[in-house]
């Protein structure tokens, strides 16, 4: 097994386009967490992904470029490419993420737009059936009520009165 200099610049030069890659994402992460500086979940999320993401990357590189092994002069080309990117690029490239980040903000904001007009109608809804069932709950009661009401006057004698009501119920069941 022979090590060529030829194919350790190769992979070196591989790391550092790696690193480079890296720092790109993470700015691209940077931007997302700076608009929402006080949402703590997105914030441990997108460090999550971004882990995920340069571990996925490591190991990836050790597969197929290092032919299964990480060796360190590639370990050094990744910290030099990040060092690179946020030495010389970044500074370049940020206001243009920020605004790709706004943008996309405001295009989710748009796209959302009727979701949330929808939740409204529904709430505005629910809310307007719990009043009219309350209602027609009410209005059943007063009816039943005056139903009986009027069932008592009716079978009433000139005394009236709900005794009376009863001693008619009761004459009535004789018959």
């Known amino acids: 097994m022979e090590n060529y200099i030829s194919e350790q610049l190769l992979a070196f030069g591989e790391a550092v386009l790696l690193g480079l890659l890296g720092g790109l994402v993470y700015d691209l992460l940077r931007a997302v967490r700076i608009r929402k500086k006080k949402d703590l979940v997105l914030t441990h999320l997108l460090d999550g992904l971004y882990a995920l993401f340069l571990l996925l990357g490591l190991l990836w590189f050790a597969l197929k470029i290092g032919k299964g092994e990480l060796r360190l ?27 790709w980040v706004d943008a996309a903000a405001c295009l989710l904001h748009i796209l959302w737009l009727p979701f949330h007009f929808f939740g409204i109608l ?22 039943t009520y005056k139903w009986e009401f009027i ?14 009501y009863k001693k008619g119920k009761k004459k009535r069941k004789k018959k």
Do not use: E
């Not at 002069?73 to 920020?98: E, H, K, N, T």
């Not at 069932?151 to 009376?164: E, F, P, Q, Y």
């Open 122 to 143: 529904c709430k505005k809804l629910c809310l307007f059936c719990k009043k009219l069932f309350l209602f027609l709950q009410k209005y059943a009661t007063i009816f």
């Open 151 to 164: 069932l008592i006057r009716k079978h009433c004698t000139d005394r009236g009165g709900h005794n009376a």
């Open 73 to 99: 002069y590639m370990i050094g080309g990744i910290a030099i490419g990040a060092v690179l990117y946020f030495c010389g690029l970044s500074q370049l490239l940020r206001p243009l993420w920020d605004f």
